[in-house]
């Protein structure tokens, strides 16, 4: 019989594995203090949306703090309130020190979707056309942008739509003789991205009544575009997006301190338009957090009866029961359930090590040596984790 981690730990549905990935398990947010810090930044999402606003914020943390998890369950979250927003994640890829800022901003397009924002523009242009809604060149104050939308957005051929979603997102070498003969090769200038982004920030709230809020991960890389005229330009870009007052945009960075942010986030004219107070930082958790944090996520994991009361609503009921052979296995001990897979000398032994090092302490690291210890205890056949395997396990990687 091949074993499987989900069978030996008698873990929930869903679960196959200690080590949650961001995206899968988007619907869960472990520990109070990342439960609270998400609940501030969702209403303040809430809060912008009342006024067909997009908030901003820099959110910044240690490496593997969590912010990747939360990006994406703040999206999950967005659409489990019904909020009037459209969530849109980017992840930023490696940038050069000569990388344009089209780079970065051909993402704020793409990950619309080709379909959704044929759908979208479609809809807003026949509004406009019985006068129910702006024409869009008023709205953009760009001929050409306004045009690329109309027509292009709305074309039957998927690729005459995919075609004008690269231009609008500043792709050179795009050919658009389909839409126009005379447009321009290449939009690169901050007030084309600025337009841009006014005409489809129109478009979503009239159409669907969502604010975009583009939720920006890996942000930290930003700091590698270090050519001066370069960098000029992302700032020049960044400043008039963020001066958009109907498109949010959370940029989350990994940073120990706020000092240690990109220099282009940490200029006037880009913190005056964002907000000074909402630079938030993501700290790491406390030696008491780190065991609330691993108690949380065996009781999420694993059947150890009703999943907590956090979670309760996006996991299975039909969970609820612990099973008999996990019962005798702890010997019907709340204690040694509370800490199962680990033996309870054995938890506070894991709690003790983690909590010694600023690597240890991350999220991201206890659930990927919380994994390492569950499959060596596999490995050897052990049904509980002992003190033994955790001194081991330290004196491994430590």
């Known amino acids: 019989m091949n074993k499987t981690m989900d069978t030996w730990y008698h873990m929930r549905k869903d679960f196959s594995t200690f080590r949650l990935e961001p995206e899968k398990h988007r619907h869960i947010l472990l520990g109070r203090r990342e439960r609270k810090q998400r609940d501030v930044?969702?209403?303040?999402?809430?809060?912008?949306?009342?006024?067909?606003?997009?908030?901003?914020a820099v959110v910044f943390g240690d490496y593997g703090r969590g912010k990747t998890h939360m990006c994406h369950n703040l999206g999950f979250e967005i659409a489990r309130r019904k909020l009037r927003v459209l969530p849109i994640y980017i992840k930023c890829s490696a940038f050069t020190s000569k990388e344009p800022f089209n780079s970065l901003f051909r993402e704020f397009v793409q990950q619309l979707t080709t379909e959704r924002l044929h759908d979208v523009a479609e809809a807003y242009v026949k509004r406009s056309q019985h006068g129910e809604a702006k024409k869009l060149d008023e709205i953009v104050r760009s001929e050409e942008i306004a045009l690329v939308m109309t027509k292009g957005l709305t074309a039957v051929e998927p690729d005459v739509i995919r075609s004008s979603m690269r231009w609008l997102g500043g792709d050179a070498k795009v050919d658009m003789g389909l839409v126009s003969k005379s447009i321009r090769p290449q939009l690169s200038d901050s007030r084309d991205f600025g337009a841009v982004m006014r005409g489809i920030s129109q478009m979503f709230i009239t159409i669907e009544d969502r604010v975009p809020v583009y939720l920006i991960d890996e942000a930290e890389r930003i700091q590698d575009v270090t050519n001066?005229?370069?960098?000029?330009?992302?700032?020049?870009?960044?400043?008039e997006l963020t001066e958009l007052p109907n498109v949010g945009a959370l940029f989350f960075v990994g940073a120990l301190t706020r000092n240690q942010l990109p220099q282009i986030l940490l200029y006037d004219e880009i913190r005056?338009?964002?907000?000074?107070?909402?630079?938030?930082?993501?700290?790491?958790?406390?030696?008491?957090?780190?065991?609330?944090?691993?108690?949380?996520?065996?009781?999420?994991?694993?059947?150890?009866?009703?999943?907590?009361?956090?979670?309760?609503d996006v996991l299975s009921p039909e969970d609820s029961a612990v099973p008999r052979d996990l019962l005798e296995l702890t010997g019907n001990d709340?204690?040694?359930l509370r800490t199962y897979p680990f033996a309870p000398d054995a938890f506070q032994e894991f709690v003790e090590q983690i909590s010694i090092g600023d690597s240890t302490q991350k999220p991201s690291e206890v659930l990927l040596r919380v994994q390492k210890i569950a499959q060596?205890?596999?490995?050897t056949n052990k049904l509980m984790i002992d003190v033994k395997m955790v001194e081991q396990l330290a004196s491994e990687v430590f």
Request: hydrophobic share 35%; with cysteine.
């Open 376 to 379: 060596r205890a596999m490995r």
């Open 228 to 239: 001066v005229d370069t960098a000029s330009h992302w700032t020049a870009a960044l400043r």
């Open 334 to 336: 709340a204690e040694q």
């Open 272 to 312: 005056r338009r964002i907000g000074v107070a909402n630079y938030v930082e993501f700290q790491n958790p406390s030696r008491e957090e780190l065991s609330e944090f691993l108690g949380e996520l065996f009781s999420t994991c694993i059947r150890k009866g009703e999943a907590p009361i956090e979670h309760r």
């Open 41 to 56: 930044l969702l209403n303040d999402i809430e809060g912008a949306s009342y006024a067909m606003e997009g908030h901003k």
